[in-house]
């Protein structure tokens, strides 16, 4: 791939950031498909295919992250992860033939709308969560509460295994947002997590569990989504290296910051970067 030195840069850069983003909080899997939109000529099903084979691979590596430290063992995780992944077979498929039947102005305002939505998702989740530590604080003492706003942070527990907070989800529910998910997903080029996680978070399910879960779903997404793309001739496989090396260096890393520490101010800042750039994309498109 020709491209400017600082261009090409700035696209890894987006994947380690990418990567980061999707093991510690979440919604960072829309980085790649926002730097790609936003720095190439590729067309909207050239920047969703290349974004989305990427995800093959990190998606792999956050799933043995989260079965090592425990998530994807618990039951409740599992169960989740098996729903969610089974939808992104009907749904990924559906948003790869959507993608096809936009022009690029449309896509940036569907890219655009999904990003503010993930932004405000981000956003009330860690609200919510702020204020039920506060509320903890204030039952407990000042002790407790330093202890309740470590469980919230990291999912329930000290390996935030779903067994020690959150609520089952009604399969119904599950199925509905693993749908929309994966549809979302298929149309951008998004690996999962980015809308997976503040969904099933909203819905009750503790943190790390639905990072976990939503590691999972992503394999799915992003294999049928890439077999999609490829059967269009829609992947830079070349710019897919780029960014996708650095994205898996970035899922290692955040996986570690999960685990060890509060990530809060990471989740602020991203909501306040996706809100701020989805402005951007629309006029950009």
Excluded at 49 to 72: E, F
Excluded at 194 to 221: E, H
Excluded at 238 to 251: C, D, M, N, Q, T
Aim: aromatic content about 4%.
């Amino acid at each position: 791939m020709d491209a400017d030195p600082l261009i090409l840069v700035l696209l890894a850069l987006f994947g380690l950031l990418g990567g980061i983003g999707i093991t510690a909080v979440g919604p960072g899997g829309v980085l790649p498909t926002i730097g790609m939109f936003l720095l190439t000529p590729l067309s909207p099903s050239g920047v969703a295919g290349t974004a989305i084979a990427t995800h093959v691979a990190t998606g792999a590596l956050g799933t043995v992250a989260y079965t090592r430290s425990g998530q994807l063992r618990e039951a409740r995780t599992r169960r989740t992860a098996l729903l969610l992944s089974a939808t992104a077979l009907v749904g990924a498929p559906l948003g790869v033939l959507f993608n096809t039947l936009v022009g690029g102005r449309v896509f940036a305002i569907l890219l655009a709308s999904a990003v503010a939505l993930t932004g405000v998702l981000v956003w009330v989740r860690e609200h919510r969560t702020s204020s039920a530590a506060a509320g903890a604080g204030a039952a407990g003492g000042e002790g407790n509460g330093r202890s309740e706003h470590g469980s919230s942070e990291h999912g329930g527990s000290e390996h935030g295994g779903p067994e020690h907070g959150g609520r089952d989800l009604h399969p119904v529910l599950t199925t509905a947002v693993g749908l929309v998910v994966s549809v979302a997903a298929g149309l951008f080029g998004l690996g999962g997590p980015m809308l997976s996680v503040p969904l099933l978070v909203v819905c009750g399910v503790p943190l790390l569990p639905a990072l976990a879960a939503a590691q999972a779903q992503s394999v799915v997404i992003a294999g049928a989504g890439t077999l999609g793309y490829l059967a269009h001739g829609s992947i830079d496989w070349a710019l897919a290296a780029l960014v996708g090396v650095p994205e898996l260096a970035g899922v290692l890393i955040g996986w570690k910051i999960a685990h060890a520490v509060p990530v809060r101010q990471l989740k602020y800042a991203l909501a306040g970067t996706l809100l701020a750039l989805a402005p951007y994309l629309a006029l950009h498109g």
